[in-house]
């Protein structure tokens, strides 16, 4: 029995793109490890690749299929396929790849709603949940935040005003798995053809709310260390289940690392960003320049000066999206001395100085 790519998501925008490529099938991506892929297409799952010639064409990692692509493929045989290509993507969320590279890591696509993860112990952090917001909103998906083992935090009520502070006009919601406190929160996102995908560190407890969600045990879990907090990795690769409704659910891979690829600084930051407009330069930094309304908000106690801090930190490191090894260098040079010319000159004004 053939079945319906509606239900996983297959819109009529999707459909319009699939018909460019009349002699293959459209399928969706539903696991992926490192090169080989299971794909969901009208004749049920596939296991399916890339060909050396689709190799040959990519420009960067983001030309690679994820988990939650649309794809065009050619049938093998019953089982199996070659992904041809990529159907245009309605949102994708990715991060900087952990290391020195300045390449980045796909981590979902055609994700509707992103929920952020973390748990109210020691993974708890204001700074990395803004960069959370900001690959979110950067991505075309609309973030929720979750906060899970509320049963372990002794102060809800300023946990949450320190997180309202930061996370202007997004859905945060309390979670305790081991009561099920929280999942009727979850249910409203919970909609028949809809993506959600769950982000966050080992051990916060993504994996937990997901088996309960779809109402099975089918992701192990794991306890988090008793000697930091941090979390156990019980997640391996990206992968999608189906809740009994009909939705989506994307697991992810724990993350330590969260690098930026590319952000968007103005809905994580818009508080900084309405204040900025206020400043007497255009291109006011907020670190000493006069008439700054940023820096008169910290010093009115207004602003948490933490959270400017972050503001700039990943401001800095948006600019460098993009740039090889030696760009970023240059544009490194420019902000911190006005360019590579401005550095050879004081470089040879502090040699010359220490000569006498």
């Not at 020195?100 to 055609?110: G, K, P, Y």
């Not at 994580?268 to 670190?287: G, M, P, V, W, Y």
Request: some cysteine; charged content about 25%; hydrophobic content about 35%.
């Amino acid at each position: 029995m053939k079945k319906d790519l509606k239900l996983y998501g297959f819109t009529k925008k999707f459909k319009n793109e699939s018909n460019n490529y009349s002699e293959l099938i459209p399928a969706r991506v539903i696991e992926s490890h490192r090169s080989l892929y299971k794909i969901i297409s009208t004749d049920g799952i596939l296991t399916a690749k890339v060909t050396g010639k689709y190799l040959n064409q990519v420009n960067s990692t983001e030309d690679f299929p994820t988990v939650g692509d649309f794809v065009m493929c050619d049938l093998v045989d019953q089982k199996s396929a070659i992904i041809k290509a990529i159907l245009p993507r309605e949102s994708v969320i990715t991060r900087k790849a952990a290391g020195n590279t300045h390449n980045s890591q796909l981590i979902a696509a055609n994700v509707d709603t992103l929920f952020i993860c973390m748990s109210l112990n020691e993974d708890l952090n204001p700074r990395r949940l803004e960069r959370y917001l900001s690959i979110a909103w950067d991505g075309g998906s609309i973030p929720v935040i979750v906060l899970t083992k509320s049963d372990l935090c002794d102060d809800i009520a300023s946990v949450l005003l320190q997180i309202e502070a930061i996370a202007l006009g997004v859905d945060i919601i309390l979670s305790n798995t081991v009561e099920n406190d929280g999942l009727n929160q979850l249910t409203p996102y919970l909609k028949p053809t809809k993506t959600i995908a769950f982000v966050g560190s080992s051990g916060v407890g993504k994996s937990t709310l997901i088996n309960k969600l779809i109402g099975q045990e089918l992701i192990n879990t794991g306890s988090i260390r008793i000697n930091d907090g941090k979390g156990r990795h019980t997640t391996s690769h990206r992968q999608m289940f189906f809740s009994p409704n009909g939705t989506m659910i994307i697991d992810t891979p724990g993350m330590r690392e969260l690098g930026l690829q590319s952000v968007n600084l103005n809905k994580s930051f818009a508080d900084i960003q309405e204040l900025a407009h206020e400043c007497k330069f255009r291109n006011c930094s907020h670190t000493n320049e006069p008439g700054c309304a940023v820096l008169a908000s910290v010093a009115a106690g207004q602003l948490d000066s933490k959270r400017l801090a972050n503001f700039i930190k990943l401001s800095n490191e948006s600019q460098y999206d993009s740039l090889n090894s030696r760009e970023i260098e240059n544009k490194k040079l420019e902000r911190m001395f006005g360019g590579k010319n401005e550095y050879k000159r004081q470089k040879r004004a502090f040699k010359n100085k220490k000569s006498y």
